[in-house]
């Protein structure tokens, strides 16, 4: 290999590493139905708390960016979906059987983060889910990492889909 062209795949790998997590980034569609969601050590906010059904883009705004989503799931076969109200007060009191558990999170260094902010996308802070119509629970990542236990008031937020 020349020296031009181990210069120029230099170049290239470099410039790849700079982008990093900007590539494969998707902005949030201008009519998409959003839900902010505001989580700190100690509390959980949604806005708003009750969208429609079909595609909802959650979009984290921190300061922790770090938050627990939580469905329906009867058995291993079982498609995810919305909790009943006895689901979500046993959910309540740290009983998560049943449950579908996914930890939605910003991933990458704070200037990646900054870059993809309002973006789809691994470094991005906006989460695509498609909902059907029911309730569905947001909670603290617990600090250890281990599965929720008992909630504490504010640390759990429910948003209502309507169909």
Known sequence: MNRLARTLLVLGVLGGAAAGCAIGLTPIPSDAQQVHIADTE???DLEPAAVRAGSVYVVLD???QNVVFVTQKRTAEATPGPMSDADLDRLRNGDTEGTSIEGIS???SAEQRTA????LGYCGNVYKLVLAPGKYAFLLDPP??????VMSAGTMAILEVSP
Do not use: E, F, K, T
């Not at 993809?116 to 973006?119: I, K, N, P, Y």
């Not at 250890?144 to 236990?149: I, K």
């Open 42 to 44: 100690s509390s959980l």
């Open 62 to 64: 921190g300061p922790r």
């Open 106 to 108: 910003v991933g990458c």
């Open 116 to 119: 993809a902010r309002g973006q």
């Open 144 to 149: 250890d990492g281990g599965p929720p236990g």
